[in-house]
């Protein structure tokens, strides 16, 4: 096999699978290691895939799509979905914490709807404002702070000093990205990052609400680990490739 042949079946092998090992494909096409590692960093200097500790990962890309407004009304079909997953978690009499997620906007509205008795907090304006309707069996708590600019809610320290004194039953936070390989969680700003953290740290049980697409989507701040999660909830049945990573974290699917 000539080495761009052998390139070209390294490329869709990760693509396909997410990552790949030295070891697997020095095995698969009978060349030593170091060969491998040549081939490797090339197609990462191609802009092919990225190098990682033992072998190599899908390339992932960053939207920066930093505001809100920038997200609300795309893939609402998904975040629907997503929402009405999420309802059913719900029971009356919980505690629950809502974070800044255009997943969370959709949950809101289908909470005015289902006659549960809840108490919300939550940093997100947009919730906030769907819920202060009249006649409503959810009593809903703003938690203020640092506003931050496009972000449609409050975040920072005053935010984690509020947070910090509740007791969650469970969590609800979105994430512009997750890296299974990595066993990370991103969102965009430290802000924004370490206000979700609070939460984390007050909840009995953690949801992370994201469409199967950031599975293969970076941002620009770690706020936790994919193991913090007690489940994942996502519009759709993830690829094979997601599915055989998450094996390894002791987490829930809905």
Do not use: W
Not at 195 to 202: F, L, N, R, W
Not at 203 to 217: A, C, H, P, V
């Amino acid at each position: 096999m000539f080495v761009e042949e052998r390139q070209n079946t390294i490329v869709s092998l990760v693509n396909e699978k997410g990552k790949v090992r030295v070891k697997d494909l020095s095995e698969l096409f009978q060349v030593t290691e170091d060969c491998i590692r040549k081939d490797l960093a090339a197609l990462e200097k191609a802009g092919m895939l990225k190098r990682a500790y033992g072998g190599a990962v899908r390339n992932r890309i960053t939207p920066h799509e930093l505001n809100v407004v920038q997200r609300k009304d795309k893939n609402i079909e998904a975040k629907r979905r997503i929402a009405e997953k999420a309802l059913r978690l719900i029971r009356n009499d919980d505690m629950i914490y809502m974070d800044v997620s255009t997943a969370n906007t959709e949950l809101a509205k289908l909470l005015v709807s289902s006659g549960l008795k809840v108490t919300v907090v939550t940093n997100m304006i947009d919730v906030m404002l769907t819920l202060a309707v009249p006649d409503t069996k959810i009593h809903t708590v703003f938690i203020g702070g640092t506003f931050g600019p496009g972000k449609d809610g409050f975040m920072g320290c005053m935010s984690m000093e509020e947070i910090s004194h509740f007791k969650f039953n469970k969590a609800f936070l979105g994430a512009v990205g997750v890296d299974l390989f990595d066993n990370s969680v991103y969102t965009y700003a430290a802000e924004d990052g370490m206000t979700k953290q609070s939460a984390i740290a007050v909840s009995k049980m953690i949801y992370l609400m994201l469409e199967t697409r950031k599975f293969n989507t970076d941002g620009t701040f770690k706020y936790a680990r994919a193991d913090d999660f007690n489940g994942f909830i996502v519009e759709e049945k993830p690829g094979d490739d997601v599915l055989d990573a998450l094996k390894d974290y002791s987490l829930e699917i809905i």
